[in-house]
Every structure is written in C-alpha cells, then in structure tokens.
C-alpha cells in the first residue's frame, strides 16, 4: 500500500534534524546551532524552528538548558540495522525535494522492500561544505540531488562516478541539450530528473475580468507593454495600484532572459544592445508603471493573490504553488525581442564515487527516470526530461511558449553558459542597485555594466569564450 505523500515531505527541519542525530551526523552532547542560526540557515521563521525543536525535545532526541542552548541528548542510540541503507543528500528549499522525490522513493521502495532510503537535506548556498563535513563525520552519501547552479561549483569531477555508460539508454531518451549542464571534460556526470526555461507565466482569469486578449504567437514588445497597462489596475479607488500586469524580480535568473532577447551577448557586451534592454525595465517599471519589482517571494505571493497577471516564473516555481493557485496558469510566448533566447535551470543526480553501493545508486537513478515515475511528475506540472512524456501531457500551446515544441529546447542556455564568468554576478547585482531602485538613468548604468563585462571578458582564457554558440551548435533534434 502506498504511504502517504506526508512522510515523503524530508525538507522540514524537524526531519533533517532527527536524521542527522539518529544518524550520529550530529553526536552526542553536542550544541545544535541556536535557534537564530537555525532559522537563517535553513531560511525558515523563528517559530517554525521552536516547534521543531519542541517536537524533537518531546522524542527525547535533544535537550534544552537556558543559558546554554540546545544539546543531543547523551542517551540517543545510533541506528544500527542490517537492512541496506541508501543515503541520499538533497538541497533545501527545493520543490523537487518536496513534491517529485516521493514518487521516486514510494517505487523504488517497492522494487527493493530491504532498503532505507535516508535523506540529508542541506541549505543551497551550503551544500558542498554540508557534503565534505559528512563525510569527514563518517556519513558516506551514495547520491546527491543538486542544480545546474551547485553542480558548476564542483571542485573535483573524480568525487562523482561517470554516468555515460552506465545509464546510457536513460541519457539517450532525454533532451540532449540538458546533459549540457552537467558534463565534466565530455562525461556525464550527472543526470537531469527535471527542468524548466525561464517562462512568461499569465493569469487567464484576469485576462478575462479586464476584457483582454490573452497573449498570442507573434504578438509585439509593444503589445506587451499595452497589455500590461491595461491589466495594472487601482481596483478600490485609492489612487494606490494594487494589481499589476507583470512581476519583475530584480534576479539574475530573471531580468537577464529580457537582456538576453534584447540581443545581449554577456560574453561580448554590445553597449547599445544593454542599453535598450534597460530602457525597456525602466519603461515597464517606472515610466508607465505597470509591472511590479519585488524579491522572489513578493512576486510569488503577488502571483497566487491575483495582484500581479503575468509574471517572469518556471514551470518548477509553478508546480511548486500545488493548489494554492486559485486558477490554472497558462504560458505566453515572451515578446521581449528578436532572440527568442531564455535561460534554462534543472534538478539532478550524482552518484559519489565513495557510494558503498555504486549499483544500488545507479538503480535509484534509473527508477527517477523511469518513464511511469516521470509521467506522475509531469501529472504534478514538473517537466519531464523525457520529451515523449511532455509531448503526451503537455498542451503543445504551452509546449510552443515553453520553446520546447517538436522535441528540442530551442534557444535555451544554462546560466554558466550565458556568463564568461559565474564571479560576475554579484558584481553586475551591486552595480545594478540604484538602476533598479529607479535613481539611475539606463545610460549611466549600461555603460558601467559594459565596462565590467568588457574588463571581465579580458581576462578571461581566450578557450572558455563562446560557450553559448558552441551550445547552440551541439543541441539537436531527438
């Protein structure tokens, strides 16, 4: 009988906590980090975290003394079993985590009813400093779940086992263009079990309330900026707006696919080409005021109110608001410019190469991409790598905005592969903070902009350069 989906929910703190202490991650007598520490480290409130402490308190795992802090209780008894154990480290927060890897676990333990499936989930920004410190505590993980992001980080390819030959039909089923992010000196190192492009995600009903078109193949940047002022509405007469007709954060994740189909190249910036791409953000967010600048959770939340009709988003994101949306969201193609360019993000799999069980890895990696596994996924909105599962579930409307239509991922690059350098971006973030604050014209900040991209590109090896048109030229039709 399947369980429920609740005990496959690992990412709340209480369970990672309980892992790492039953697991001697954590050993007795030793300080949990404060609950203050807990809370930014795991990005969760300051109640959340009590009450997880609270429950593991009342499970006799931990103790608390005032003054002191909270402590692993000294009579904790390390499991000991004789049955398998598959150890898997994952990233927090991650609506990968949360709503697909139960499926993957619920079938794969029912093809091996003899093996646990024990789960380490740690912070994104901490991940590989979480993965050495197990190791060093003597907690040897068999696979990590990563993104495209973390995995660039990887310092050492040889920490990880080479995929190709091993899982070489499952990688031969997938969008080619995927296996790009995750290749190590021409080996696959690890292996895609989701993905989305950076979209243009719209509210039909708010279309339908103020009387206007939906969006449309082919439709205008002008177009868009028309639509969006009519959406943006002062719905109760205060002279305050308080809906929106696009959402904008001010991420690289985000603002760079409108730079990226404006025609801007961060590998060779063309002054002109940042220019008009900053010209049209301030356009929207100042001069005609129609689009809402916010940090990524405000523009989700505006999203699921239905205060913002169109927002910069990923299927990924979307999935994750599960039946918190009060409609059914549809995708528009993005009418930004002539490129058609947009960014492409995906969750994967590695198996460590210190894995006491290389097989029993690889089967697990084998069941996540098992095509009635990757079928619920996409039942839950998550995009299969798998194109003949989304050519079956998707509407091919969706799939066409998606820039996915006919089997390929047209036009769609991984973040590393955009910039000449991943250092960049904190750099182009601060240099970008009165822009968005709307104290800086366009002018003066493109030209800063292209200054340090430019400085950038100098000096950077002359082979490393032009990684987006070797992309594009690698990706074919499946």
């Given at each position: 009988m399947a369980r429920k989906k609740d005990q496959y929910i690992y990412s709340s703190l209480t369970d990672i906590l309980r892992e790492q202490i039953l697991s001697g991650f954590i050993k007795k007598d030793e300080f949990l980090m404060s609950e203050n520490e807990l809370s930014k480290y795991y990005e969760l409130s300051r109640t959340s975290v009590r009450k997880s402490l609270d429950q593991l308190q009342k499970e006799g795992l931990i103790v608390k003394k005032a003054g002191l802090g909270t402590f692993v209780s000294p009579h904790v008894t390390v499991r000991k079993t004789k049955r398998k154990v598959l150890r898997i480290l994952t990233i927090t927060p991650s609506y990968f985590v949360d709503y697909c890897l139960p499926f993957i676990c619920e079938t794969f333990e029912q093809q091996h009813p003899d093996v646990d499936i024990k789960l380490l989930s740690f912070p994104v920004d901490q991940f590989w400093q979480s993965l050495h410190k197990c190791i060093e505590m003597g907690i040897q993980p068999d696979l990590c779940i990563i993104t495209d992001g973390i995995f660039q980080q990887l310092k050492n390819a040889d920490d990880f086992v080479t995929l190709d030959r091993i899982l070489e039909p499952e990688l031969g089923a997938m969008y080619p263009k995927l296996l790009d992010g995750f290749r190590l000196g021409g080996s696959v190192k690890a292996m895609p079990v989701t993905f989305s492009n950076i979209c243009l995600a719209y509210n039909p009903q708010m279309f339908a309330k103020y009387g206007i078109a939906p969006p449309r193949n082919g439709w205008t940047k002008e177009e868009f900026l028309r639509t969006a002022e009519l959406l943006t509405q002062d719905t109760n007469g205060d002279g305050i707006i308080d809906n929106y007709g696009f959402s904008l954060p001010s991420t690289l994740n985000r603002w760079n696919v409108i730079a990226m189909?404006?025609?801007?190249?961060?590998?060779?910036?063309?002054?002109?080409?940042?220019?008009?791409?900053?010209?049209?953000?301030?356009?929207?967010?100042?001069?005609?005021?129609?689009?809402?600048?916010?940090?990524?959770?405000?523009?989700?939340?505006?999203?699921?109110?239905?205060?913002?009709?169109?927002?910069?988003?990923?299927?990924?994101?979307?999935?994750?608001?599960?039946?918190?949306?009060?409609?059914?969201?549809?995708?528009?193609?993005?009418?930004?410019?002539?490129?058609?360019?947009?960014?492409?993000?995906?969750?994967?799999?590695?198996?460590?190469?210190?894995?006491?069980?290389?097989?029993?890895?690889?089967?697990?990696?084998?069941?996540?991409?098992?095509?009635?596994?990757?079928?619920?996924?996409?039942?839950?909105?998550?995009?299969?790598?798998?194109?003949?599962?989304?050519?079956?579930?998707?509407?091919?409307?969706?799939?066409?905005?998606?820039?996915?239509?006919?089997?390929?991922?047209?036009?769609?690059?991984?973040?590393?592969?955009?910039?000449?350098?991943?250092?960049?971006?904190?750099?182009?973030?601060?240099?970008?903070?009165?822009?968005?604050?709307?104290?800086?014209?366009?002018?003066?900040?493109?030209g800063r902009l292209h200054k340090l991209l430019t400085r950038r590109k100098k000096r950077q090896p002359e082979g490393e350069r032009g990684s987006m048109a070797e992309s594009r030229e690698r990706e074919v039709s499946v």
């Open positions: 189909q404006h025609g801007v190249d961060f590998h060779k910036p063309n002054k002109k080409a940042l220019l008009d791409a900053l010209n049209f953000m301030h356009d929207v967010i100042y001069r005609k005021r129609s689009a809402l600048l916010s940090h990524m959770q405000m523009h989700r939340v505006a999203f699921q109110s239905e205060q913002v009709a169109m927002m910069l988003t990923t299927s990924i994101e979307l999935a994750g608001f599960g039946d918190k949306l009060p409609f059914a969201p549809r995708f528009a193609p993005m009418p930004f410019g002539g490129t058609g360019q947009t960014l492409l993000i995906a969750n994967a799999m590695m198996v460590h190469a210190g894995s006491p069980d290389r097989e029993l890895a690889a089967q697990f990696l084998q069941t996540a991409c098992n095509p009635d596994v990757q079928a619920n996924m996409g039942k839950a909105r998550f995009l299969s790598v798998l194109h003949a599962i989304n050519e079956r579930l998707w509407d091919p409307l969706d799939l066409e905005a998606l820039q996915m239509a006919g089997g390929r991922l047209q036009d769609a690059f991984y973040q590393h592969e955009t910039f000449p350098d991943l250092g960049v971006l904190q750099e182009v973030n601060n240099e970008m903070l009165l822009f968005w604050e709307g104290m800086e014209s366009a002018e003066s900040c493109a």
